[in-house]
């Protein structure tokens, strides 16, 4: 195997934009749903069942393409790869494969703290990668050394937790737990809301 050098924190947030793209096709089957949520004007209710699998359709996403690819599409086209982190020249393990993206779901909760904690890391590894025992590689050499972002990483832990329990504690209260159901639209306009929060977090994302 070739050499490995910690990954790129700009390659990584641009594979997770392209796979932002990718999974676009993985919710084609609530295709239906998110029209009607957009263009017109009724309720558009779901039930607990659809909220799950719209909730886990990015963890199944990730889960199959570490089997298949040991990478999601995104991080494949970017040259990076997620390998064991006691030994980069070892295959994934399914166990890992699942672990990795189901301890991302977190995000739900802390938005994307979990994963700012990589900028107290020199690996860069963050906590689905302490779950899973993995961490993202490149094989080719970076013009810098990572280092330890303490200010930068304080501030993106507090901001993205925040907003991230805000975020989740409005879409719990969305849901009408006595018939289970939710109202997309709803959910939709939250999600809406906490992505601009998001882009507003990344512009202090730097990388050495």
Known sequence: MNDVFVASTWKRLFAIMLDQIFLVVCYLPFGTLFYRAWFT????????????????????????????????????????????ADDPTKELQYTQCVLRPLTSRLTFFFS??????????????????????????????????????????????????YEGLLFSSNIINEINWKNGKADLRALVAISSMEDVSVDVGEDMMEDE
């Open 41 to 84: 004007q009724g309720d558009v209710e779901i039930s607990l069942f659809q909220l799950g699998m719209l909730f886990l359709v990015p963890a199944l996403y990730e889960a199959v393409s570490l089997m298949l690819l040991s990478a999601t599409p995104g991080k494949w086209l970017l040259g990076l790869k997620v390998v064991p």
């Open 112 to 161: 994307w703290a979990i994963y700012a904690l990589a900028f107290f890391r020199y690996d860069r590894t963050h906590l689905s990668d302490w779950v899973a025992e993995t961490r993202v590689v490149q094989f080719t050499p970076r013009p810098q050394r990572p280092t330890i972002r303490w200010v930068v990483g304080s501030l993106l832990i507090l901001s993205y937790a």
